[in-house]
T-cell receptor, first 115, second 112 residues
Framework: GAGVSQSPSNKVTEKGKDVELRCDPISGHTALYWYRQRLGQGLEFLIYFQGNSAPDKSGLPSDRFSAERTGESVSTLTIQRTQQEDSAVYLC?????????????FGPGTRLTVL | SQQGEEDPQALSIQEGENATMNCSYKTSINNLQWYRQNSGRGLVHLILIRSNEREKHSGRLRVTLDTSKKSSSLLITASRAADTASYFCATLGSSNTGKLIFGQGTTLQVKP
């Protein structure tokens, strides 16, 4: 079946502009995650959606970052007034939270470059 | 903040040799998972070991877990050039909130 997809694959924007990144999780996966990965670094947790529960936003670095998820489907990550330090690969993952193991399936990522 | 700390940060070996990567963590866990990342893009799940397991095998991969030392190791035997990638450990906390905490990763280069 189809895996996690993300769009766009690459985004170049100017400092101060807003960007929207999209994630389509695997159908039926109740949990969805956003991570940020700066060049040569590990994954930095941003936000986590679990079914209809309130999202865990504890990883969002500032109020310029927000994310929404419609039911158990598409999610968008919005970065307002982008800064150069926002340049990174943004990865989305989904999982079957009903599984106690919580193996996560990752999308290919969106590479964001802020000029 | 990242829980997992991995070492070495980088590893370079010849094809056919074994590669060992280590991961340490700080809090109690439900399970520990290893992922591989090629070319800075999406991660691929490799293997999962539960907190009550000590060793697990999958093909050329062998994972050990020592909960008393809060550490894990990933061994790749008979490495191939195609194993060149970054490898990350990730822990699921014992409260199983669903959130994985990733380490900083080990970059493995396998020379043909």
């Amino acid at each position: 079946g189809a895996g996690v997809s993300q769009s766009p694959s690459n985004k170049v924007t100017e400092k101060g502009k807003d960007v929207e990144l999209r994630c389509d999780p695997i159908s039926g996966h109740t949990a969805l995650y956003w991570y940020r990965q700066r060049l040569g670094q590990g994954l930095e947790f941003l936000i986590y959606f679990q079914g209809n529960s309130a999202p865990d936003k504890s990883g969002l670095p500032s109020d310029r970052f927000s994310a929404e998820r419609t039911g158990e489907s598409v999610s968008t990550l919005t970065i307002q007034r982008t800064q150069q330090e926002d340049s990174a690969v943004y990865l989305c993952a989904s999982s079957l939270l009903s599984s106690s193991y919580n193996e996560q399936f990752f999308g290919p990522g969106t590479r964001l470059t802020v000029l | 903040s990242q829980q997992g700390e991995e070492d070495p940060q980088a590893l370079s070996i010849q094809e056919g040799e074994n590669a060992t990567m280590n991961c340490s963590y700080k809090t109690s866990i439900n399970n520990l998972q290893w992922y591989r990342q090629n070319s800075g893009r999406g991660l691929v799940h490799l293997i999962l070991i539960r907190s009550n397991e000590r060793e697990k095998h999958s093909g050329r991969l062998r994972v050990t877990l020592d909960t008393s030392k809060k550490s894990s190791s990933l061994l790749i035997t008979a490495s191939r050039a195609a194993d060149t990638a970054s490898y990350f450990c990730a822990t699921l906390g014992s409260s199983n909130t669903g959130k994985l905490i990733f380490g900083q990763g080990t970059t493995l280069q396998v020379k043909p």
